[in-house]
């Protein structure tokens, strides 16, 4: 028996380095297309699904700035990092049959669609993919904000944030061995004590608009699937 699930929209907030697969650095074809096979299983139940996907497998703001680039310059190059992302994620996405469409925060008509909030309802409305790249089209802001923001705009029911741990723990457990998970944690819990989950300005507007966030392994096959008919290990942010 295959699970079911009563949600009807979702955004899937991956980080950019989940596409790397084992390697430092960049894409990893058979990585994006494992992911891009479990958002198909779940858009096989007839779920709307958006996708935000990060850029820190290419490049981050951050990181330019800290090596002497200029901060803005440094974080327009990382939304286009989550661009290529997003492309080849698309790639993946069409060729298991899922019609997908990127929609990019910074226009550039030539490579996908710009961001026009009515034309990405109504593509969710046929069944398609949404993935929104660039970001919030802003520098000094996060792809998990921009995830926050469109998951806010598209009427998701809930953030799904797929991670290489199974949901937010006191502490790293790569690290440490007598780190505890939680199952539930507030968004107040979150901020005070800097649980690493999504930066603070995307917990706050999670929480300012009541959108839970749920943290889970993509590393499990058909884990997303299993977390939308409330299988399987996790913690919910609300
Ligand atoms: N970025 C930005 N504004 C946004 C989203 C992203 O300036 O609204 C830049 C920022 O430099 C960031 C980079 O894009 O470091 C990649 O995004 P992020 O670090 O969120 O990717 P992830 O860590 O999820 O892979």
Redesign the pocket.
Known sequence: DQPQTTYKRVLLKI???ALMGDKGFGLNPPTVERIAREVKSVHDLGVEICMVI????I????AGSAQGMERTT???M??L??VMNALAMQSALEGLGVFTRVISAIPMDQVCEPYIRRRAVRHLEKGRVCIFAA????????????ATLRANEMACEAIFKGTKVDGVYDKDPMKHDDAKRYDKVTYDEVLAQHLNVMDASAIALARDNKKPIIVFSLDEPGGFRGILAGQGTYTIVR
Do not use: I, Q
């Open positions: 980080s950019g380095e990060g850029g820190g497998n490049f981050r703001g951050l440094a974080d327009y990382g939304m990092a989550t970001g919030t089209g802003n520098p000094y802001f996060t792809t998990d904000t921009a």
